[in-house]
């Protein structure tokens, strides 16, 4: 019989006591728990921290599961499932919005778009399915900035590139819109990545409360925004969306 690897065994054991109890932990605490030597622990918090699974409060010293653990923690959500769940609900938010409907899950330091509702109407369109957009400038991007703590560090760290002369940057700035965003439950983005382009998205939770992706209706400005003001019925339109496609994963009611 193989033997397990007792460095592994130490660092699953970590993990677990960080998940439970105290939100944080010194180190002294960690190793008392665990019954290892001071330099044994530090050896592999270290290593945990560097992979991104465990962080440390530069104030305190004190250590907490890190962000990287909840990208893991959703990868048991295939797409293909979240896409399935959605179908419905986004083609009947094409059809009673008159718009185009996304459907985006943060990827590679941006929003992957995993489905495409048309614009109901004869006009020539792209599909946009694959197609990678922006975290700090679109609707989609920003829902997932706000509610999902991986996008969150991502877009903190990345540089935020001007689109146009309405696309937020400034590091202030841009955590006071997503704490708006947080609050109110939605977010928009009108002419902040394209010229004549707005969308207003909504995000989307599993069956553990965890931000999975996030729904978005897009199109001309003046018709999502006519005058500057988003069209609360399209507000009110796409956070239904994304609450029904929460509920069907699980989520129950928000």
Request: glycine share 10%.
């Amino acid at each position: 019989m193989a033997k397990n690897i007792q460095s592994l065994e130490r660092a699953a054991a970590m993990l677990r006591l960080l998940a439970g109890g105290e939100r944080r932990l010194g180190l002294s605490d960690i190793a008392s728990s665990l019954g290892l030597a001071k330099g044994t622990a530090h050896g592999i918090l270290r290593t945990l921290q560097l992979e991104g699974f465990v962080e440390q409060d530069v104030a305190s010293g004190r250590y907490q599961l890190g962000a990287e653990l909840l990208r893991l923690g959703n990868s048991y959500l295939d797409v293909h499932e979240l896409r399935a769940r959605a179908l419905v609900w986004t083609d009947d938010l094409a059809r009673s919005s008159g718009e185009s409907v996304h459907l985006g899950v943060l990827h590679q330091h941006g929003v992957l778009i995993v489905h495409h509702v048309f614009r109901p109407d004869d006009s020539r369109q792209v599909l946009e399915v694959g197609a990678m957009q922006p975290l700090h400038s679109t609707a989609l991007g920003k829902v997932l900035s706000a509610y999902d703590p991986v996008a969150h560090s991502e877009v903190m760290e990345a540089e935020r590139r001007s689109f146009t002369g309405r696309t937020v940057t400034a590091a202030d700035e841009f955590e006071a819109m997503l704490d708006l965003i947080r609050a109110q439950g939605w977010a928009a983005d009108a002419e902040e990545t394209w010229e004549g382009v707005a969308a207003v998205s909504a995000p989307v939770h599993d069956r553990r409360r965890m931000p999975v992706g996030a729904v978005a209706v897009t199109g001309a400005v003046e018709r999502v925004a006519p005058g500057g003001v988003l069209r609360p019925e399209l507000i009110a339109a796409v956070r239904d969306c994304a609450r029904a496609v929460s509920r069907d994963l699980g989520a129950g009611r928000f």
